[in-house]
């Protein structure tokens, strides 16, 4: 897809807006700027299915509820404007909307990482994750592991690492696990 050539490489929520509706693929708004990804794999697929068949089975009749990029959720504050797709995402009780998007931060949030969106996940993403108040943010390498950050004062620490044979703990909902063999099998 040709995007058009921006000089100042500043794109306006409008221009994301038509940008995106005409891609075929994941498109996302970095406060003026585009990010846009390709379609994802099906190892991707695969582990982003496990973790969310899960997550919807552990919040069934709760008022929590997981959803997956289908559905945006956007940062917003005076200066800033992030419209992200993540992975996967749980909400909880009647978040608030704009239209079909979020506009309030996500509960727990997980990311598959791929080798185009690393720097966005490890680095953007995280610090406005962080910004807006997600209190559980899980990066997922499609190798085996998982890093866990979670909001301690206002900051992200690593509170866990889990890999192969280890199984991932949610530091928002203590009795909530599920084995790393049922994510990356």
Known sequence: MNIPHNFNSYYTEEQFEEISANFNGKAEYENGEIVLSS?????HNSIKG???????????????????????????NESELHKYKPD??????????QGESFITPP?????????????HDYITKLYVYQKFGVLEYNIVEQNGFIVQY???DGQYQITNTFKTGDVYKSSVFSDLSIDLKDIFE
């Open 39 to 43: 379609n994802t794999s099906i190892k």
């Open 150 to 152: 979670s909001l301690v």
């Open 107 to 119: 509960k727990i949030v997980f990311e598959i990482v791929s080798r185009s969106t690393a720097n």
């Open 88 to 97: 996967i995402f749980v909400m909880f009780d009647n978040p608030q909307k």
């Open 50 to 76: 496990n973790i969310l068949s899960f997550l919807i089975l552990y919040f069934k009749g709760s008022k929590c509820r997981p959803y997956d990029e289908q559905k945006e959720v956007i940062f917003k």
